[in-house]
């Protein structure tokens, strides 16, 4: 008898809560737990389909340079995209799209006159994207990408005030502030690559001269290196490459090739200054270096913290931490834009 009435209880607060499992189940379904992180770099477009906790499920990724018509671009991305989620969860798991771009700007969801992209002028990314996809569409400037990625899955994980670089084909930045990223009446806050190094400096894609990015960027950094080698008769492995890049001068830094590893010493010393009026005026607690030329690690920190501390403003003087990113380069600026994709009011044409 004790079995029998055990057994009517169970089943009966099991239909009085069935309405609410129902509904509950219902959310659940209807709840969109994925976005699709995009990173157009200036050779290779990445996307991949990403959850709430940052872990990609899906990545696919094609060449940039094979479009120099951003209609094509476009429709090929789209196309890609919905392929990638159509065979990773379905299409109605998808939230948002948001997208990382050397001179995105999320303001206004454009590239903005990209001086290395192949398409010039404005480009209305975010709404050609949503027309194509019927999603939601965030645009976001690759530094300003990153520094959300790097505040939400990074060890900038708490901070509120951080200035975030990016060295890689152009030097870019994002500033948080009071813990959120500062864009600026424009949406162009964070511009540091060109700011002014150098008076009547190396001619800079912007169009002025001597800014940051001709001597920080791969390309500056190459010019530091061949400026030397003409200037000198010192032996250096350098002059046997066929082909000289950040990653190969840095490895010969590691080999103790003296002329290499001034290159760096020339390029930490000029980064250093211009981190140091960054930090003047804007009093971060740390700064994060990411992009490819982070991977220099000490030959180029060493250097520039160096220089920063020789040029800061007296009163933070030692208490800014200059940090590389832990974040995976590879992977950085689409979790970042994953993370910008949830930023965006939700929007679907399939509701």
Known sequence: MQKKLIIFWIIKNYLLHLPNLILMSMIQNSLKTRVVGIDIGYETTTFAVVDVRGNELAESSFPTTDFSDVNSFTSHLSEQVVMLVEANGGY????????????????????EYSPNLPWKGEIPLAALMRDRLGLAVAVGNDAH??????????????MKDFVFIVLGT??????????????GSEGFAGEIGHTCVEYNGRECGCGHQGCLETYCSAKGIVQTARELLASTNAPSMMRDAERLSPRIITEFCDKGDELAIEVYKKTGFVLGMGLANYASVVDPEAIFISGGISKAGKWLLEP???SFEEHVFHNIEHKVKILPSTLDVERHAVLGASALAWSVKEYSLFK
Request: with cysteine.
């Open 170 to 183: 152009g030097v870019g930045s994002c500033v948080f502030s009071h813990g959120h990223p500062h864009l």
């Open 92 to 111: 109605e798991s998808i939230r948002s799209v948001g997208i990382s771009s050397p001179s995105g700007n999320y303001l206004t969801g454009c590239i």
């Open 145 to 158: 990408v990153m520094a959300l990625g790097e505040a939400t899955f990074g060890v900038a994980h708490g």
């Open 304 to 306: 520039t913290d160096a």
